[in-house]
């Protein structure tokens, strides 16, 4: 009865970190038709596949209408104060460390924002984690090591100006198709624009490539050492640079020169060619993804990147730096508002006691923890050896998306009290749930997200809140009064929070810190409802320019710091039982786990099942033709898919897609078979090179 057709709303995409926006304009149907907005600088008016499917996914056949209680319907007032009264109850018995949230880079700011406050100002604990852990937290130590700060240098102008655009883990056709398109349209008007993509598969980026570097899976580090030790043996230093703004240049560089390259599996040839281009070529961006992130070694191979820009100031410049892409709409705004369990709000440090001083005076906070609290992986190892006892996760489904999924469910199931907040019930976490909160979604609900560039956007609601569905800021808030904590979230809009939180990164500025949003601090509900999008800095003068542009960076020495870094093997060995390494990643047309990408019929055509890429060798080894059945296996599980026979996956290496779930295809889900490996410094863990053993069907 509430809907009705309406003015077109501008807003952005919900999907990836490119961040697009989108015209929304809702029809008589509670549908939506949405096209590009060529108003916003990160797409211009371009949209990709998924993006332009939105209007089918906004349906609410399998909507959570209202909260549940162990599947029956309770009041909010019931559901609200069952929640406070767990988790009170699980802290008066067991200490703040007792309990836990596991949240997501799909979150808007506010709400991350709210999440992050009471967890860490209120009820003491630093336990709340985010799936952007899975995603980017390597990148977030790497920049941190190099920076000071978690500090994304480059604009996406970058990608089209510079004259070489190296890709190093990063399938951009299929995972940011919008910058995609963007670099190859740059391309295509400047083809003297050179692309070298490193990747051990051959993907759909690979066809704009000049060069295509096929290493060995998790050799990154050894092949970036390389290029520092051809940096230097080609005397191309910028050594000025280096003297006056870069520390731990020496023992960077004796490192590198300490390297094996032929560890990558790249010929002489082919190496020769990246330096020569690299080096040859001063406007270069290296843009990295999660072939990157998701190892062991992550942050290291993001430093080993690092290393070669710092080396020759190509950084803080027009057309060069590297470049991480996130990949969610809003994982950057989960770093920017410490989402991660060793960050405060405003890339301020939980560890730092002048950082943690300042946070708790501007909250108000009665206590805050002084350490880093439990990263994804340990946090559900806690929950499954029964140290959490009150476990919220918030719009994400780790019962299919995190690694050893299997074991992550089982540990779901004994843990006293889960409460799920998420658009409907019927995900494999939420199944698992005590108690199930109806949350708004995207078209529905109100904030601002930040993309991989660090362009803050208006996500704005175009369509009504289903049933009773709450915002999860609003959730999260009515949940904090219940606590006890009534003056701390007493907000009403988002627009109060974002305030709030522009205002504490004035502070976390006098500190030092890069994030600034202070100029916003005073911003009128009507300005931020209008808000356009805009790159952080924003101070009371305004956006500032280009980070890094003057040599300066947030290290305590304001010097960029060089890492001295050694190539490792991923952690899980290959072995006659399980002789194929498990590469998992992303499709074209689905995002996560289908919540919404499966509502859309168009999008379900590009690939309709879950499956294996294999090489032609390995497949006439197993006996195997295209589309029979595989079996992969290893000590997690086993999942089977259905058999894509091509040159583009290595001999030995199998490639699955992470998408499908217990509900959509419940024997091919891949993640149960991703080993709980993770990166000594981020913590994330290394979903691109499991163990698996085949067989046919
Ligand atoms: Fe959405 Fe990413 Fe596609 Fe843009 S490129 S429309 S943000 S999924």
Redesign the pocket.
């Known amino acids: 009865a509430n809907i009705s057709a309406g003015p077109t709303v501008c807003t952005t995409?919900p999907?990836?970190g490119?961040?697009?926006g989108v015209l929304a304009t809702p029809d008589a149907t509670g549908g939506l038709t949405v096209k590009g907005d060529p108003n916003h600088p990160a797409?211009l008016g371009r949209?990709?596949s998924?993006?332009s499917a939105l209007g089918e996914t906004t349906d609410l056949g399998d909507r959570l209408l209202e909260p549940k209680f162990k599947g029956q319907p309770i009041g909010w007032n019931d559901a609200l104060d069952m929640v406070a009264r767990k988790f009170n109850d699980a802290i008066e018995a067991h200490g703040p460390d007792s309990v836990a949230f596991y949240v997501s880079g799909q979150l808007l700011t506010e709400d991350y924002y709210v999440a992050n406050k009471l967890m860490k100002g209120f009820i003491g604990s630093a336990n709340i984690d985010t799936n952007s852990r899975l995603c980017m937290a390597s990148t977030v130590a790497g920049h941190k090591r190099a920076f000071g700060t978690d500090t994304v240098p480059g604009t996406y102008e970058d990608l089209e100006t510079c004259d070489l655009l190296v890709l190093v883990g990063s399938n951009l056709a299929w995972c940011?198709?919008?910058?995609y398109q963007r670099v190859a349209a740059a391309k295509a008007e400047r083809p003297q624009m050179k692309v070298i993509t490193v990747d051990p598969r051959r993907t759909a980026t690979t066809d704009i490539s000049d060069l295509h570097l096929a290493l060995q899976p998790g050799s990154d580090v050894a092949l970036f050492n390389y290029l520092l030790a051809e940096i230097i043996r080609r005397d191309a230093v910028d050594q000025a640079w280096v003297d006056a703004h870069i520390e731990g240049f020496d023992d960077a560089v004796a490192a590198a020169q300490a390297g094996d390259a032929s560890v990558t599996g790249l010929s002489d040839p082919d190496l020769t060619a990246f330096a020569d281009i690299w080096i040859g070529t001063e406007k270069v961006v290296t843009i990295f993804s999660q072939g990157v992130n998701q190892s062991t070694s992550g942050s290291d191979k993001v430093n080993a990147i690092l290393n070669c820009h710092l080396a020759t100031g190509r950084i803080g410049r027009e057309g060069m730096g590297p470049f991480s892409v996130t990949g969610q709409?809003n994982a950057m705004g989960g770093r920017e508002v410490g989402g991660l369990a060793n960050m405060l709000a405003c890339h301020l440090d939980i560890e730092n006691p002048a950082h943690r001083d300042v946070v708790r005076g501007f909250w108000n906070a009665p206590r805050m923890p002084e350490q880093a609290g439990l990263k994804a992986v340990d946090m559900f190892k806690a929950v499954g050896d029964g140290r959490i006892k009150a476990l919220w996760v918030i719009c994400t489904n780790p019962a299919v998306s995190m690694p050893e999924a299997g074991a992550i469910a089982e540990a779901m199931k004994t843990c006293d009290f889960v409460v799920v907040s998420d658009l409907t019930d019927k995900t494999d976490t939420a199944r698992l749930a005590d108690l199930v909160l109806p949350a708004t979604g995207w078209g529905e609900k109100d904030g601002t997200v930040t993309n991989s560039e660090r362009m803050i956007s208006r996500q704005r609601a175009v369509l009504p809140a289903p049933g009773s569905a709450r915002h999860d800021w609003d959730i999260l808030a009515n949940v904090g009064r219940r606590m006890g904590w009534h003056d701390a979230f007493d907000y009403e809009t988002p627009g109060e929070i974002f305030r709030e939180y522009a205002a504490l990164s004035g502070l976390a500025a006098k500190l030092g810190r890069d994030f600034d949003i202070s100029g916003l601090q005073l911003i009128s509900d009507s300005d931020y409802d209008a808000m356009l999008p805009q790159r952080w800095p924003v101070t009371a003068d305004g956006p500032s320019g280009r980070m890094f542009a003057d040599g300066t960076f947030y290290t305590p020495t304001q010097k960029g710091r060089m890492l001295a870094l050694e190539h490792r093997e991923p952690a899980s060995k290959t072995s006659p039982e399980h002789p194929f390494r498990l590469n998992t990643g992303r499709v074209r047309d689905h995002w996560h786990t289908m919540t919404r990408t499966g509502k859309s019929p168009r999008l379900g055509q590009h690939i309709a099942e879950p499956y294996a890429e294999i090489h032609p060798l390995d497949a006439d080894r197993l006996g195997l033709r295209d589309a029979d059945l595989i079996c992969l296996s290893n000590p997690h599980g086993e999942s089977v898919l259905r058999v894509l026979i091509t040159d583009r996956a290595q001999a030995g290496s199998i490639f699955a897609p992470i998408h499908w779930t217990g509900e959509t295809a419940p024997t091919g889900v891949i993640d149960k078979l991703v080993t709980a490996n993770v990166d000594p410094v981020s913590g994330q863990p290394e979903s691109k090179s499991s163990v698996v053993a085949a067989t046919r069907y």
């Open positions: 995409c999907y990836c490119v961040g697009c797409n949209l990709c998924k993006g940011h198709p919008v910058l709409p």
